[in-house]
């Protein structure tokens, strides 16, 4: 299986929130969803603002990030997630995320976070 995975890293202002082997990553990008297998071109993507990256790790297992902002690069056997924010769907409370973005100014920043968390639950249950 080796052959068939690559190294993923998720970054954000903040932190590294994944670091490890995968063989599948779907992201949201600007040009449309997007995905990555082993051997997949060189390629610069922006993310979309309210969007999410899953990420289906080497051993079967599927995580899924609320991502904001941020770039997609794909390098040799690298695909690097830089983000301006990320965090995990299963950490996103869905009511009050769906209270957050009904009180939202429509493109705001705080409107942006809260449908990008809610994507991301929402590709989570999937």
């Known amino acids: 299986m080796a052959d068939k995975s690559f190294r993923v890293e998720v970054v954000s202002a903040d932190e590294r929130l994944y670091s490890g082997?995968?063989?599948?990553?779907?992201?949201?990008?600007t040009d449309g969803?997007?995905?990555?297998?082993?051997?997949?071109?060189?390629l610069l993507g922006q993310l979309t603002e309210g969007g999410y990256v899953a990420i289906?790790?080497?051993g079967g297992e599927r995580r899924v990030a609320a991502v904001t902002g941020g770039f997609l690069s794909v390098?040799?056997?690298?695909v690097t997630i830089l983000a301006e924010t990320a965090e995990?769907?299963?950490t996103v409370?869905?009511?009050a995320e769906e209270a957050a973005l009904e009180s939202a100014e429509p493109g705001s920043a705080a409107h942006q976070l809260a449908k990008?968390?809610?994507?991301?639950?929402a590709a989570l249950a999937r």
């Open 116 to 121: 990008s968390r809610l994507a991301a639950a």
């Open 75 to 78: 390098a040799a056997e690298v």
């Open 56 to 58: 289906t790790e080497a």
């Open 93 to 95: 409370d869905v009511a």
């Open 88 to 90: 995990w769907a299963h």
């Open 33 to 42: 969803e997007v995905g990555i297998l082993a051997g997949h071109a060189p």
């Open 21 to 29: 082997d995968a063989t599948l990553l779907v992201a949201q990008t």
